[in-house]
């Protein structure tokens, strides 16, 4: 996953390059230029926003911290290259976009820090990837009229909402909503890369024919036909290796994931000083058994937060017994110590935010119901 996140805009670049219209420019140096900047402010401001729970500031935070705002910037860049960088300016959106994205998935790696979070090492290079691709038919009608100008504008900033939707989802670990997300942000990316795809070996095959038609009736430049033929393969085969190199940085990815087997939880905690939520997001191995990985979360989250900042859910060292999973409601036994009263706030608040973070973890958990020391607690 971590080659993934490194490697991924630049792969899909040079396949980009491959299948893009002819004549047209990203303008390389300027779109380095414009990455590295991001880069190096993405090193010095970590996070613009400050998001706590799973609701409107984590959606903002996505917005602006992963998906589309580094994309959306990067378009701005380009078109002012477009415009004060003559002649010819920038032709080619998504090129410049991609390439200048490589160093700015460099500047994440480093500073996430992360081995394993899909969220934030996979999801987040394809998501940029498909903001690229929806940028080249915006970009086309951009350059007409201004009728057309406003289109594109609100097109493309309709179209930018869709990523952090679908990474909320995730992150709400609502899979299947994230997943329909996630298949409507990369719809650009799949046609618009099959059809330039075939468009560019149709075009390749009508040159050539023409040739040899033209050849057959007065001339028969035989060096430039085989000239043609000779780059017609060239350019399928580069085309089908950056093709592959993305296919297997996929596979790559997945087989990561799966050899190491583990999965995203997140955990709520509260701040000591103002009582605000914080999420934190652990990778636990996933085991076969729901009952185990239900009781590896209560475990993990009983540990505390990783934030000097937080407060534990428990003070007094209490422990889960018994963890048991039946029909889809969740048994969870405390030891003595959990009856113990908190040195800030409710027990019966810290109760429900086990209870929340558990549902939320786990979809197919109906109902928790808590014991201590054998006689059920209630909390709602």
Known sequence: ???????????????????????????????????????????????????????????????????????????????????????????????????????????????????????????????????????????????????????????????????????????????????ALLAASLAPLLVLSVLFYKKKADMEKVSIAGVTEAGSGKFAPAPRQAALKVRAFLKRRRRAAAAFCALLLVLAASADYFAHGLVRRSFVFRLIDTGQDIVEDRMLRSEDSRETNIRRYVEEALLGPLSPEAEALFDSGAKPGAVLLRDGDVFIDFSEEAALPPLSGRLADKFRILDAGIRRNFPFVRDVRVFIAGQEVKYF
């Open 1 to 179: 996953m971590l080659l993934f996140c490194t490697l991924w805009t630049f792969v899909f670049y040079l396949f980009w390059l491959a299948i893009r219209p002819e004549y047209s420019d990203s303008r390389p140096f300027w779109a380095l230029l414009a990455g590295c900047a991001g880069a190096l402010a993405r090193l010095f401001i970590p996070a613009f926003v400050d998001a706590h729970g799973f609701g409107l500031s984590r959606f903002v935070s996505a917005f602006i911290d992963y998906t589309s705002i580094p994309v959306l910037f990067t378009l701005i860049a380009a078109l002012l290259v477009s415009r004060f960088c003559p002649p010819g300016g920038v032709t080619d959106f998504t090129g410049f976009i991609l390439l200048a994205m490589t160093p700015v998935s460099i500047a994440c790696l480093i500073l996430w820090d992360l081995r394993y979070d899909t969220l934030r090492l996979v999801l987040t290079p394809l998501f940029w990837t498909a903001l690229a691709l929806a940028a080249y038919p915006f970009a086309c009608l951009f350059r007409k009229g201004l009728l057309h100008k406003m289109a594109a504008i609100l097109g493309m900033a309709a179209f930018s909402l869709l990523p952090p939707l679908s990474w909320l989802e995730f992150f709400r670990h609502s899979y299947v909503k994230g997943a």
